[in-house]
């Protein structure tokens, strides 16, 4: 992995999620169970882990490298009332995936709901630049990672396998509709692939007691843009402005509810009409 790569992994990915996230206090939802979420340490993957928090979930925080971050998203939940840990491992290995739900497992209690959402994005360029290497990373985190994530979570949540059933949720890219060309087509293309995982795995499971949704983020103010690049087109959704890795942390836990249990199958957009 490129070092400009690694400094970009979407672990979360916003820069000031630990300060929005300081004011939060105690809450009182009742506890709903225990949800697991990839690339939980910064931006999306942070956020959504205290908003499920303050939704009654004890939460698993997994991260890769931002240990640090990661004890600041567990520190956040622990203060609404909620049981927390981070677990490290790397979703593009299969031996780290198992370790990681089998960790969360221990501490937490069987996991209910799954958050896929580690991915990574390189260097904006043309597809007529990209190389082996940048290929095989982008895809083998991006579509192989969730793949294998998904499969993890069904083996331990399916009912025909001795699970109570739950709930996963595939964080894709509006990116996955738009293309991004001339700047991320691989990594438009990676999240394309969770677009077909999510409707794919929604409907083979759906009598094993496992609803699967994904969500299409658009431009959201998180640090995986290159520098430059919300300045240069945050206003061109018909809303006006980027996202708040909050409103993308709200639906993702509206999702993980039982407040959409009548949802399985279905790509959610929260992109500002764009």
Known sequence: MTERMTERMTEGVAEGVSERMTGRT???????????????????????AVALAEDGWDVGVNYRTRSDEADQVVAACEKLGRRAVAVQADVAEADDIERLFDAVTAELGQIGAVINNAGVVSPSGRVADYDVARLE??????????????????????????????????????????????????????????????????????????????????LIETDIHEEGRLERIGTTPPLGRPGKVEEVAALIAFLASDRASYMTGSMVDVAGGR
């Open 26 to 48: 105690t809450g009182t939802a009742a506890r709903r169970g225990t949800a697991l979420i990839t690339g939980g340490s910064r931006g999306i993957g942070a956020a959504a």
């Open 137 to 218: 990373q982008v895809f083998r985190i991006n579509t192989i990672g969730a793949f294998l994530v998904a499969g993890a979570a069904v083996r331990r949540m399916s009912t025909e396998r001795g699970g109570q059933g739950g709930v996963i949720v595939n964080v894709s890219s509006r990116g996955a509709v738009l293309g991004s060309a001339g700047e991320y087509v691989d990594y438009a293309s990676s999240k394309a692939a969770v677009d077909t995982l999510t409707v794919g795995l929604a409907n083979e499971v759906a009598k094993e007691g496992i609803r699967v949704l994904g969500i299409r983020p658009g």
